[in-house]
Structures are given as C-alpha cells and as structure tokens.
C-alpha cells in the first residue's frame, strides 16, 4: 500500500502528515515518527510512503491551524483504524470545540461510557492523527496537563495557541 507523506514546520517542530489518497491517517511531530510509523504499520500492514507536498490540502488546512484559523480542521476526513471503541474516543475528540477542555472522566461520559476514563486515556495516547482529532483538550479531572504523546510542553502551546489558560 502507498501513504502520502507531507512535512510541515510549524513553532512546535515539523510535523508530519499522512494521507491514503483519500483521508488523513496520521498526523505527528517528527520526532516522534517511529512510534507514529509503528501505529501505522499496525493498521496498514506493509506500506510505503511517497512524499507529496500538501496530499488533499491537509498540509494547507493544518498549517492554517497553526496561523490561527479555528475551523480549518473541521472537515477533514479521517482513517483512523484502531478498534471501535478507539474510534468512538477519537472522533468524539472533535465535538471539543477551539479553546476549550475536558477530562478524560467527562469524555468517558461523553460517549457513553462513564466508568471508562482510563481507557479512554489510553485510546487517547494512541490517537493517530493528533491536532486533527484534539486529544490535546482533554486533561486530568484536576485540570493538570496529564499524558500528551507529543509532549507536555506542546500539549501547552497548544491549548494557550487556542486561548486556554493553563495553569502549572
């Protein structure tokens, strides 16, 4: 299988995106690429990647993100693979509108599961197209920056680039 791949700069380092020709499938920081090719290869098998500037318009729509735009991401189909109930955390990332948070708990209860925080942290660190899917607004029930795959410190720039106030 072929995967498009694009690299884009941005103020929290490059970050890589992935497309299938027709969806996103993955979106990470490059130094975080093995663990994000590791993702991959278990949904995909064998693939290989070419490199496409801006596959679909997603490496456009995503840098427009970074330049401030708050509904660039809206609409931009996903592949995400994982299992069902990953899925379901997933796309519930997106009902998370622009500058706001939630915990893992009330995500949970969001999708119907309210005894599941933990493994909805858990889908949540393996959520294969960060940013895209906002895994980055859900926090800790005492509001701590907890479990970000890309880092803490982007976990933070990010929420503070869509106006959240953290709190250390």
Not at 34 to 61: C, I, W
Not at 92 to 106: K, M, N, V
Not at 145 to 151: K, V
């Amino acid at each position: 299988m072929k995967l498009l791949v694009d690299k884009i700069n941005s103020d929290i380092g490059t970050i890589v995106i992935i497309s299938d020709g027709e969806k996103l499938c993955a979106v990470d920081f490059a130094d975080y690429e093995p663990r994000m090719l590791r993702l991959l290869e278990k949904a995909y098998g064998n693939f290989h990647l070419q490199d496409v500037k801006n596959p679909q318009g997603f490496s456009s729509k995503i840098q427009a993100y970074f330049n401030g735009d708050r509904t660039s991401l809206d609409n931009i189909p996903v592949n995400t693979g994982g299992t069902a109930f990953q899925q379901q955390v997933w796309l519930a990332l997106r009902t998370i509108p622009w500058g706001y948070t939630i915990s893992y708990g009330e995500l949970a209860v969001k999708i119907g599961k309210p005894t599941a925080a933990r493994a909805v942290g858990l889908a949540n660190s393996l959520n294969p197209v960060a940013i895209v899917l906002p895994c980055h607004r859900v926090i800790g029930s005492n509001s701590a920056l907890t479990g970000y795959a890309g880092g803490l410190e982007r976990k933070r720039w990010l929420l503070e680039h869509e106006g959240v106030k953290v709190y250390s």
